[in-house]
Structures are given as C-alpha cells and as structure tokens.
T-cell receptor, first 111, second 115 residues
Framework: GQQVMQIPQYQHVQEGEDFTTYCNSS?????IQWYKQRPGGHPVFLIQ?????EVKKQKRLTFQFGEAKKNSSLHITATQTTDVGTYFC???????????FGQGTTLQVKP | GAVVSQHPSWVICKSGTSVKIECRSL??????MFWYRQFPKQSLMLMAT?????????EQGVEKDKFLINHASLTLSTLTVTSAHPEDSSFYIC???????????FGPGTRLTVL
C-alpha cells in the first residue's frame, strides 16, 4: 500500500547547527504537508507544498517538494532550542482526503 | 482560524469502563473529522474517519464496536472507547480541516490511561 517514509528517525544537533529531515512517498502526491509536534503536545500544521519543485521558506525553515512530487525535505538553518520536537511529513492517501504520516524525525538541540 | 478543541485533555479510568472523548471544530464546519492514536515515540495512526450524518469508516484492524464514533453535528465528533483495557491507554488526537486541500488541524489530544 501507499507509504510515506521519513529519515532520520532521530537527530541530535548542537544549537546553531543546521538540520534536515527527508520524506519519501511510494506514490506521487497531490501535496505534501509538514507538521511539528512538541514533546507532550499535538501536531501543529506548518506548511503545505503543492507544486512540483516548490520551495517555501518560513524564517529559518526551508521546505522543498521534489520535481516528481514524491519526496520532500525540511531544512532548519541555525537551530535553536525552540526547534526541539518531532517533525512529521504527511501526504494525502489517493482520493480519500486522509493523510498518511511519515514516522517523524525527532530533533534534539543541545544548548 | 481553524481551531480544533478536544475534551478531556486527560482521563484516567478503571478497566472495563467506557470513556467518551469530544472533538469540536470551533470556527469552521467539518463534515469530516479524523481520529488518530499515537503511542509514545511513534507516529500518528489513523483509526477512523468520522462523517457527519453517516457512519464512520474504520481503518483496517480497528474494532468499530470497541471505538464508537458519532458525528452528530458539523462541529462535533465523539469517540467512545468502550470497555477500556490497559492496552487502550494511548494519546488520542482528532483532526479536521475547513478546506478541500486536505490540510488538517489537530485538537490538543486526550491522554487516556486505563488502570
């Protein structure tokens, strides 16, 4: 069945270092969404990418959607302790409106 | 905009009892809401899709008689965990979206502990 894979599972960085998480889908996606879940919290919507090759920025966060619309990445420049949490990518399951989530990448930032 | 609330935020119950969790869309109408379950350090697992005015659709492996869903209005869906057992202890999260672009807004979640 349709799958969304995410790597790495965990990442520990020193504050100020960059961080990237990668998301790959087994099928072409109509869009890809990214969510952040803080420890003990719930997922919070960050962004949605729709177009092939699309790049969007939110301050220190850069999101990319691959040309084939099967992969995506989230890059954080100069991480801060407030970036700690688990980042999930999610893609719609074909023609259902349901979202399939990647396994998430948990980011730890050492001050 | 697009705020989803969930109640209660946490609940502790005895084995064998039933627990009802409410999910509300506060500033939009949602004909569809989704219920997820999340175990510690794991991803979100979709349990079921709640459809206003009709039966919920359940994902494979999810017992519909165990997890009763009622979507009585365009702003409220409820999940009832019936005859709860310790293995039902988990973080239950609902989501809904006001647009047709699949973006989901999540409730704050309900942490269920069954003793």
């Amino acid at each position: 069945g349709q799958q969304v894979m995410q790597i790495p599972q965990y990442q520990h960085v020193q504050e100020g270092e960059d961080f990237t998480t990668y998301c790959n889908s087994s099928t072409t996606l109509s869009n890809i969404q990214w969510y952040k879940q803080r420890p003990g919290g719930h997922p919070v919507f960050l962004i949605q990418l729709v177009k092939s090759g699309e790049v969007k920025k939110q301050k220190r966060l850069t999101f990319q959607f691959g040309e084939a619309k099967k992969n995506s990445s989230l890059h954080i420049t100069a991480t801060q302790t407030t970036d700690v949490g688990t980042y999930f990518c999610a893609g719609p399951r074909s023609n259902t409106g349901k979202l399939i989530f990647g396994q998430g990448t948990t980011l730890q930032v050492k001050p | 905009g697009a705020v989803v609330s969930q109640h209660p935020s946490w609940v502790i119950c005895k084995s064998g009892t039933s627990v009802k969790i409410e999910c509300r869309s506060l500033d939009f109408q949602a004909t569809t809401m989704f219920w997820y379950r999340q175990f510690p350090k794991q991803s979100l697992m979709l349990m079921a899709t709640s459809n206003e005015g009709s039966k919920a659709t359940y994902e494979q492996g999810v017992e519909k008689d165990k997890f009763l869903i009622n979507h009585a209005s365009l702003t409220l869906s409820t999940l009832t965990v019936t005859s709860a057992h310790p293995e039902d202890s988990s973080f239950y999260i609902c989501s809904a979206g006001p647009y047709s672009t699949d973006t989901q807004y999540f409730g704050p979640g309900t942490r269920l502990t069954v003793l």
